[in-house]
Every structure is written in C-alpha cells, then in structure tokens.
C-alpha cells in the first residue's frame, strides 16, 4: 500500500507486476493509503475467469476503469464487455458482478472515502445485546461490509465468511 501526507500526491508510474494471480483468483495489488485521504483507490487483479459475485454499494457510488485484459460487468438491467480503457460509474444502489475472461482482467475503482466507524456507548438498560458484525468483516483485509447482504469484500473481492 502507498502512503502519503494529507496533501502529498501519490503516483503509480506503472502497475505492479500481476505475478501469477491463478485462475479464479483475486488479488488487490494496489491500494491508495494514508489517513488524510479523501478517497478509496483499489487497483485489482482478477485472474483467468475469476468471478466477484453479484453485491451492491448501498452507501457510495464506484467509478471503475479497466486497465488491462477483458471481462464482463453485469447489472441486473444489462451485461457489458470491459476491455482496456472501459470506463463504468455505478452509482450508490447498483447491484453488479465481474467477471474476468481467459486473459484476467486488471482495473481500477474509486469512490469518496468510507467514514470510520463510530465509537458506541455501552448497552442501555434493556436494550439487549448488540448484533454481531463478525460476518460483515472481510477475513483478508479487514473491512466491514456495508450490508448486511453482501457476499463479498467491495474492497478486495474475498467471499464474506457466513
């Protein structure tokens, strides 16, 4: 991950190698860092027909940009080829899976950047125990699901455990 100063740019002459990402496989190879940021970055590796199932952003609209090989972005309204230099937005609500073709498939996502979560108060009197969220939490990154529905990590694509 690269970090910086709030203020300080940060470039990413050229993609890190892909390595070997392994069919059907999923791997964040870059990820915008640093606590003075007001953006989320993501540069994602989907290997040979790798699939990141159907979920949707419920808080955050998503633009993302393909960089390199070929897939397909699927909504419920219609499937769309993506190729090097595809471009989608997909606005807070749009449910939509990825798929990598033979070749992997490379792109990029970014949207406003997640508030932390809050600090909570104790139990009140009466109010019973909190819900549990260890199954919104991504096993590989850390983040939490937005929804209690998704399936999968928006940030690096890992099935949510259930």
């Known amino acids: ?13 050229s993609p890190p190698p892909a390595d ?5 496989r999923i791997r964040v190879l870059w990820a915008l860092g640093g606590a003075g940021r007001d953006l989320d970055a993501n540069l994602v ?5 790798a699939d990141i199932g159907e979920h949707t952003e419920t808080v955050l609209g998503v633009l993302l940009v ?5 897939g397909e972005l699927r909504t419920p309204e219609q499937s ?4 090097p230099g595809a471009v989608a937005w997909l606005p807070a609500g749009t449910t939509r899976s990825v798929r990598a073709g033979a070749d992997g498939l490379t792109y990029t996502t970014s949207h406003r950047r997640r508030p932390p979560l809050g ?8 109010a019973g125990e909190p819900a549990c969220l260890a199954s919104r939490v991504c096993a590989a990154c ?5 929804d209690a529905e998704d ?11 259930r």
């Open 80 to 83: 769309v080829a993506l190729a």
């Open 119 to 126: 600090i909570t108060t104790g139990l009140r009197a009466g």
């Open 20 to 24: 070997a990402v392994g069919e059907g």
């Open 151 to 161: 399936r999968f990590c928006a940030r690096c694509g890992e099935k949510l455990a």
């Open 142 to 146: 850390g983040r939490m699901a937005s």
């Open 66 to 70: 393909v960089v390199a090989g070929s």
């Open 1 to 13: 991950m690269e970090s910086s100063a709030p203020g300080t740019p940060v470039f990413l002459p």
């Open 45 to 49: 590796r989907l290997g040979a027909r």
